[in-house]
């Protein structure tokens, strides 16, 4: 009760838990800051192995026609290195980068995948774009190639997020001509 | 029962209290000036929010605090987490970009003006780890989300820390429990 002395209860509790923050703070800070340490670079391999246009129906507009483009695609990564004591996942994602007939540049990507363990960070996958692919202006014709790459994004148990990139195409993959059917 | 702490009152006198009464002030103000002078560091109006929802599980669970920045001349990118508001909606959504579409202006004049010109044309679109669908849904009729309904992009992760807020807010006996302690608690210390 006699707040002159210093061994009131409450101060007592009000120093322990401000001594315990504190501590607490300089930790996790310690942590956040331990991350830029690891500057491991994740390294993988990414081809294109086809690619179809299909003029359908637009999502919203029943009677508007907007091409899809299905892209077939192989990924072998190996993500382990990204893996330290601060790294609660990974997202890693695939997107098509390209500049379409209206000089609009757009990234869109077409596939990701949550990596949670160091047992699953390396990435074999052999499959199609699990989201949808159209252009802004709803037809892929005359649209020039594009460029696809493998990006990943590090979440950290606390911290900064970072992001990076683990393999692209080396050459550019051109969309053909709209068919319409599958 | 009051009558000690009446007595205490009259004690202290009116000047003692209008201290007590500045302090408070120039805690909240001070709080304010924090809170308003990382907005404009980061050019966001909310530059600290709270994940009210488990659209970004495992990423982001309920509670955890995200520190966001806004800057005007960085273009967002697929990947980026964002927080965003469309109008009409009450709380801002934490989503990741999903398709960016760097619309570039009609006349080449507006483009040289500055870099401004080109980043406000961005139109993004955006979908929660969580879900199995994009968010176009929750634009409320807007086709794709703009530089202008965006609050900021997801820099740094605190987990946990903000649970205390939707806890306030799932339990309003927590609120008033946990104000009346603390005013207990500032009575009882104050002699």
Not at chain 1, 122 to 146: C, E, L, Q, T, W
Request: aromatic content about 10%; glycine content about 6%.
């Amino acid at each position: 009760m006699d707040k002159h002395s210093g061994f009131g209860i409450f101060t007592r509790i009000n120093n322990v838990s401000a001594f315990l923050s504190s501590c607490m703070m300089a930790l996790l800070a310690a942590i956040a800051l331990s991350s830029f340490l690891f500057s491991a670079q994740a390294d993988g391999d990414l081809a294109i192995s086809s690619i179809k246009v299909v003029s359908s129906n637009a999502r919203r507009y029943p009677n508007k026609k907007q091409d899809l483009a299905f892209v077939n695609f192989n990924i072998t990564a190996d993500l382990s290195p990204l893996f330290h004591w601060n790294t609660k996942q990974l997202f890693l994602y695939l997107e098509a980068e390209y500049v379409n007939k209206q000089s609009v540049k757009n990234e869109v990507v077409i596939w990701d995948r949550i990596v949670r363990r160091k047992e699953d960070a390396f990435v074999k996958f052999v499959g199609k774009n699990k989201y949808m692919f159209r252009d802004i202006s709803s037809s892929f014709k005359g649209v020039p190639p594009a460029n696809y790459s493998l990006k990943y994004n590090i979440m950290p148990y606390v911290g900064v997020l970072q992001y990076g990139e683990a393999a692209r195409t080396t050459e550019e993959v051109a969309f053909p001509e709209p068919q319409s059917r599958l | 029962m009051f009558t000690e702490e009446l007595k205490a009152f009259k004690r202290l006198g009116v000047r003692h209290i209008l201290l007590q009464v500045l302090n408070f002030a120039s805690v909240i103000a001070s709080g304010l000036m924090i809170w308003k002078g990382l907005g404009i560091i980061t050019n966001s109006e909310s530059p600290i929010v709270v994940v009210l929802s488990g659209s970004m599980e495992p990423a982001f669970y309920r509670g955890d605090l995200l520190f966001l920045t806004n800057p005007a001349d960085e273009r967002y990118q697929t990947g980026d987490i964002t927080v965003y508001k469309i109008p009409g909606a009450d709380i801002p959504i934490v989503h990741r970009v999903l398709e960016t579409h760097d619309v570039s202006p009609k006349n080449a004049k507006s483009r040289e003006e500055n870099g401004e010109k080109v980043l406000a044309h961005q139109r993004l679109l955006t979908k929660g780890d969580n879900n199995y669908v994009d968010d176009i849904e929750l634009y409320q009729g807007l086709e794709w989300l703009e530089r202008k309904h965006i609050v900021g992009k997801v820099r740094g992760f605190l987990p946990y820390v903000g649970y205390v807020t939707i806890a306030m807010n799932d339990f309003p006996q927590l609120k008033y429990a946990l104000l009346g302690g603390l005013g207990l608690l500032a009575l009882i210390q104050r002699e």
